[in-house]
């Protein structure tokens, strides 16, 4: 069978298929193709299934201290399959509403694995082996990104797991080595120790989360050791042993060696681009390390033929990954539109949250003059004493010849949610005093921002 589309998209994740909906929006025939499952690792094993555990291991961690606002508990206790089925419920619920959404849109939707048999053909194969031709004016891969293996850890499925695998356990491990301190290594150590599991984390470089703020990054690990974590940096894992029921891995710092057992060890050392699709090579696309090269505009050096999200390197999120889809589909249906980059917000689910968007102190110091900074705590925050949940501060960086924000850092209470209003602010130029002259409501979590502006302007309010 061969048919023709205006626009082919190839991988159905938040780049995918958020392309293919804009391309028909803008009047394209449009087909997706997905291998798997339509959303992606971000739907089915990445952000959506992380973050129902994390909101579990929150809700865990608060019932266990509800004494402290008056409400007593007893026999609070996990039911790990239980909260298996509330995650895939949730992953069930929004998967069905990504294919509603496609269907509305009049996107085809194909499922098979997609080869590029020419610069405007793709060729789909099922898992039958059926196959079928699309002539494509334009093709956007949008193939995603699978976790990075190290030499000597290469995953097993059983002993030796990636974070795929740490989300779908049978039970809670008693014990848990997590080798490397990013993103993806803290949410599940965090998530893990809630649970109860005795979690040893292991970082190679000189610091956890290097392009955070040292302030927040500080206060992430002191709540990490709280919760029982033990973190050691400047570590690696020299070798490893296993038997039936445990891992034993030998770690070095400097001239101290020691050996950790425990139950499991994750291998969070992130994500490589994943291309999966036959004739790059043989069109001439160009890659490097991995990931295919485009333009300002997305598209490769083979005219007609875009490529977004982790399959490009760059930012690995899925809100970029979602930008550039729609970015893409625009340049396909005759935009010129370039990707903008400025303002890329980014979010820790740990308890408690990491919102974070722009430089920190440290860059800002090297970059301006001179800065301007202001920490406010959510102790001294209204709305979060009477919370109960008073950790963390937000942290605004501007740069005092300007008065633009340059940076924003906020760890505690919603910092997800709270941190788009810092994106909105360096997206627009908007100025410390521009903020002080905006009402904030109270009492909110929120207006500890206007407070953070308040003090980098040195006129505090609430926080002396």
Known sequence: METNKDVVVIGGGPGGYVAAIRAAQLGASTALIEKEELGGTCLNVGCIPTKAFAKIAELYGKMKKSNEMGINVEGISLDFQAMQAHKQKVVKTLKGGIAYLLEESNVQVIQGKADLTGPQKVTVTSKDGQTQIINASHIIIATGAKPMELPGLEFDGDKILNSTDMLQLEEIPESLIVVGGGIIGIELACIYAQFGTKVTMVEIMPELLPFCDAKVTSLLKSELTAKGVSISIKTKVIKHERDEKTITATLQKGEKVWEVKADKMLVAAGRKPFIGVGGIESLGIETNNGAIVVN??????????????????????????????????????GHKKKMDYRVVPNCIYTVPEVGMVGINEKQAKE????????????????????????????????????????????????????????????????????????????????????????????????FM
Do not use: W
């Open 296 to 333: 300002e505009y997305l598209e490769t050096n083979v005219s007609g033929i875009y490529a977004i999200g982790d399959v490009i390197g760059g930012y690995q999120l899925a809100h970029v990954a979602s930008h550039e889809g729609t970015t893409a589909a625009e340049n396909c249906m």
């Open 367 to 462: 970059q301006y003059s001179e800065v301007q900074v202001g920490s406010f705590p959510f102790s001294a925050c209204g709305k979060a004493v009477a919370s109960g949940d008073t950790k963390g501060f937000v942290k605004i960086i501007a740069d005092k010849e300007s008065g633009k924000i340059v940076g924003t850092f906020i760890i505690g209470g919603t910092a997800t949610d709270m941190i788009h209003e810092a994106a909105l602010a360096m997206q627009k130029g908007v100025t410390i005093e521009e903020i002080i002259e905006t009402i904030h409501a109270h009492p909110t979590l929120s207006e500890s921002f206007h407070e953070a502006a308040m003090i980098a302007a040195k006129r505090p309010l609430h």
